[in-house]
T-cell receptor, first 115, second 108 residues
Framework: DTAVSQTPKYLVTQMGNDKSIKCEQNLGHDTMYWYKQDSKKFLKIMFSYNNKELIINETVPNRFSPKSPDKAHLNLHINSLELGDSAVYFC??????????????FGEGSRLTVL | EDQVTQSPEALRLQEGESSSLNCSYTVSGLRGLFWYRQDPGKGPEFLFTLYSAGEEKEKERLKATLTKKESFLHITAPKPEDSATYLCAVQGTYKYIFGTGTRLKVLA
């Protein structure tokens, strides 16, 4: 029974397209995140949500729009995809109410390739 | 500026050959240092949290230690299944920053 699950695992698309990644956690955590991992394996935070409310938005282009319909779900929609968006996107959750606090529980990642 | 640096970038060990991975950090107000393990094609998996200098945590063949400037992940008598990328992350007053990891390969 997967704790943090993301779909799809792989995305291959053309420049200019719009795509979405979905994330669900069954851990009962209040805080969820989107991270981007580049080709050098550097993990960088993009967004943090606490109980459906956006808490952190780290200088991410407006083309990226997170949506949290409830505290167990955090989706990421990307408009007008660019080559530089190619990366692995990880969803994570945390049992801590304060963002950027404590241990994180990650999904398996969604590898996005923009051609 | 808050920063986390891990070394070495890559490490190859023979099975049973103990070694240590380093995580050096500069952060405003350390609130926690975290070690994660990441297998290829998977998300990082939480291993340890350390909160203050002098603290140590152990799990099977892994032992994490913390000083005021760095943390070490000691691997004793590693096995091939310990092969993975080990990530260090630091929680400061304002930021939660990951290092770029050490890729460990343990050869049978």
């Amino acid at each position: 029974d997967t704790a943090v699950s993301q779909t799809p695992k792989y995305l291959v698309t053309q420049m200019g397209n719009d795509k979405s990644i979905k994330c669900e956690q069954n851990l009962g955590h209040d805080t969820m995140y989107w991270y981007k991992q580049d080709s050098k394996k550097f993990l960088k935070i993009m967004f943090s949500y606490n109980n459906k409310e956006l808490i952190i938005n780290e200088t991410v282009p407006n083309r990226f729009s997170p949506k949290s319909p409830d505290k167990a779900h955090l989706n990421l929609h990307i408009n007008s995809l660019e080559l530089g968006d190619s990366a692995v996107y990880f969803c994570a959750s945390s049992p801590h109410l304060s963002p950027n606090t404590g241990e994180l529980f990650f999904g398996e990642g969604s590898r996005l390739t923009v051609l | 500026e808050d920063q986390v640096t891990q070394s070495p970038e890559a490490l190859r060990l023979q099975e049973g050959e103990s070694s240590s991975l380093n995580c050096s950090y500069t952060v405003s107000g350390l609130r926690g240092l975290f070690w994660y393990r990441q297998d290829p094609g998977k998300g990082p998996e939480f291993l340890f949290t350390l909160y203050s200098a002098g603290e140590e945590k152990e799990k099977e063949r892994l032992k994490a230690t913390l000083t005021k400037k760095e943390s070490f992940l000691h691997i004793t008598a590693p096995k091939p299944e310990d092969s993975a990328t080990y990530l260090c992350a630091v929680q400061g007053t304002y930021k939660y920053i990951f290092g770029t990891g050490t890729r460990l390969k343990v050869l049978a």
